[in-house]
């Protein structure tokens, strides 16, 4: 852990480039996947347009922007509230094993605990990804027990 905090903050317009490249990146190392840059460029727009969609934050220190997280939401009539997404998660590999994802986490946790909506957080995870387990339970999260799956139509 550094000994200088993060500074934590929405995301805006001009992040996109660096977003729009970290997401493209995060795909091709977690899953080798290669993602077409002008529709993730969007998604990330179509987000920032409409905020009901989500939101981003970004960890920076020093006007050097250092790691990102989106938040999705999810509706939830068990619990008549609201499960935050973390998804889109990565910290660029110069600023990994600073606490970059810890300021992001914990600064979305406060949100959500100040927020009366919302019931908890969530995230997947790459099975494989231990790392990313070991961050996310050293954090203070459980494994949930639920196996992902789905049904692409596109992309």
Known sequence: MSDRAWTLRAATVHDVPVLRDWAIAMALETEHKALDP????????????QPRRGAYFV??????VAGTLMLTYEWSDWRNGDWWWIQSV?????????????ALYAHVLAAAKADATVCGLRLYVERDNANAQRTYEALGMVDAGYRMYEAALRG
């Open 59 to 64: 960890a920076e220190r020093d006007g050097q």
């Open 38 to 49: 002008r529709t993730v460029d969007q998604g990330i727009r179509a987000v920032l347009d």
């Open 90 to 102: 990565y910290v660029a590999p110069e600023h990994r094993r600073q606490g970059v994802y810890a």
